[in-house]
């Protein structure tokens, strides 16, 4: 899917329904019943009723348009030192939270802020029985 | 409880920059314990005379303000490890104000220390470190840097308004002059916007030159109250406004360009009662270009988007409209990772008048703020207003 070797994801009880959504091809963010709010990262309270008693998950769209980006030319760290360049950037929700992800499948000179984005899913290889999966964006 | 006005009654009264970049047979404690040196003889006080100690290092976590209580042999009556990066002296500072003016102590000694170019730390393209850390397990696995967080908000500052490499590159280039009129700087030889342009990429749009240089290093500041640093051996340098602020991504939703400067600077500049043009000269964290220009427009020197011409044409040189780090700054003097108390310190030394070559002529106001942590991911802003004594 993409060149670069992703970093297990650290999954807490608070964040594994993200990275297992992406296991089932999904995209899933939390909402707040009680309040409205949408919020990514996840937690294990909505972070303006400091409760968790109406916060839920759901399957988000998978799309979004780029807020920025930047093309990594240097990043000594494992999984990324030989895919560099690669292109990280911030994908704006059309259900409105920010996520940090990497654009994978075109040329870094073909990516500019504003485009148009959806969700890919890149699979790991894990020694143990979870399912989880790295949302990744393409331009769409 | 001391009646006299909050915080101008508290004051600097030594600074001490330890002049070695590079002391691969140093430990970061004997590099605090020479600059705790360097700054008490300064001021003209012993070390029986603190009773404040204040730190933080890349490798002091908790406990880390108790084992350099340690290594010292002080048993000081009020403690402060607050650590929020590079930012985290100026907030010493500030938290040593309040404690000297709430009557917890008296004499605050506040020191950092750093190994971390003999060391060889890669501290801007290391990666987010493990991802077994809930704080970066959102962002281990996508390879954020700390310089590509920052060339994201360059990105997007150059998408909405316009500005460009070159305007950037403008800024290491002021940085560097400055540093060749300072005797201590690492990096001395000048360059040109050319020069920044064809440096290597290391993140787009930001070049090797755009970023800052790594060195060991480390320093100390003197706090007491104003009324005792007037009888002591160097001219007080006075506290007249503080302020602390956090950006970060919230639920994210937070807009990344508006950053803890401009929450924090209104604070200092609103206790300080003091308008932008009174200030003679800036020192502003300068991680990388970018943090410059996005920490001028946030501070107000500039409108947002206005920031690349306020750098360009020297408009940040000595002479120019306001003067920014004439030591060089962390792009070209030093930087050991976490830069903020040589904010300080060169405020100090300029407001005293003991810069030579490099002076700011007539400085009587600074604002120096400090940036600790991550533009474009989070992080934590402190700023200070001084004054000379007249």
Not at chain 2, 307 to 325: A, E, R
Not at chain 2, 374 to 384: F, N, V
């Amino acid at each position: 899917m993409s060149s670069i070797t992703h970093p297990n994801p650290y999954a807490s009880w608070e964040s594994r329904g993200f990275w297992e959504g992406a296991g089932r091809d999904q995209l899933v963010l939390q909402k707040c019943t009680t309040c409205g709010l949408v919020q990514h990262r996840p937690r294990g309270v909505c972070a303006h009723c400091l409760d968790s008693r109406g916060l839920e998950h759901f399957v988000a769209s998978g799309r979004g348009l780029i807020y920025s980006y930047t093309v990594t030319e240097q990043n000594q760290a494992k999984g990324f030192v030989e895919a560099c360049p690669y292109i990280m950037a911030y994908v704006t929700l059309d259900e409105g939270p920010r996520l940090l992800t990497v654009i994978v499948d075109c040329e870094p000179d073909a990516v500019s802020i504003g485009m148009p984005v959806a969700a890919g899913f890149a699979s790991q290889e894990r020694d143990d029985d979870e399912l989880f999966a790295i949302p990744v964006f393409r331009l769409s | 409880m001391s009646t006299a006005e909050f915080p101008t009654s508290v004051a600097i009264a030594g600074v001490y920059e330890h002049p070695s970049r590079f002391s691969p047979n140093k430990t970061e404690f004997q590099i605090m314990a020479e600059c705790a040196k360097g700054a008490l003889d300064d001021a003209g006080l012993t070390r029986e005379d603190v009773d404040g100690l204040f730190g933080a290092s890349m490798s002091m976590g908790m406990m880390g303000i108790v084992d350099l209580a340690e290594y010292l042999d002080m048993r000081p009556d009020y403690l402060d490890g607050t650590n929020i990066g590079g930012s985290s002296f100026v907030a010493h500072v500030t938290h040593a104000a309040a404690a000297i003016h709430a009557g917890l102590c008296s004499t605050a000694l506040v020191l950092y220390g750093s190994t971390a170019a003999s060391n060889a730390m890669a501290i801007g393209t290391g990666g987010t470190g493990g991802s077994n850390n809930p704080d970066t397990a959102f962002s281990a696995p996508y390879g954020m840097t700390t310089v590509g967080s920052y060339a994201m908000y360059a990105n997007l500052h150059m998408n909405k308004y316009g500005t460009s490499s070159e305007q950037l590159a403008e800024i290491a280039v002021t940085m560097r002059q400055h540093a060749g009129l300072n005797p201590l700087a690492k990096m001395r030889a000048p360059i040109t916007v050319d020069d920044v342009l064809e440096s290597r990429m290391i993140s787009r749009p930001l070049h090797l030159l755009d970023c800052c240089i790594i060195s060991d290093g480390g320093g100390a500041v003197v706090v007491t109250s104003l009324e005792r640093a007037k009888d002591l051996k160097t001219k007080p340098v006075q506290l007249l406004g503080c302020g602390e602020a956090v950006q970060h991504q919230g639920v994210g939703d937070s807009d990344l360009l508006t950053i803890a400067a401009k929450q924090s600077s209104l604070t200092a500049m609103k206790m300080a009662g003091i308008k932008h043009s009174d200030i003679d000269f800036a020192m502003v964290y300068d991680s990388f270009t970018i943090t410059v220009l996005a920490t001028l427009e946030n501070l107000g020197f500039c409108g947002p988007g206005e920031g690349g011409d306020f750098v360009s044409n020297g408009g940040i040189g000595l002479g120019g409209q306001l003067p920014v780090n004439p030591d060089g700054g962390g792009l070209s003097s030093n930087h050991p990772g976490m830069r903020g108390i040589f904010l300080v310190i060169e405020a100090v030394k300029q407001l005293r008048g003991e810069c030579g070559d490099r002076q700011v002529a007539g400085a009587e106001i600074a604002i120096a703020h400090g940036t600790g942590g991550t533009i474009g991911d989070k992080h934590s802003g402190a700023t200070l207003v001084l004054g000379a004594d007249r």
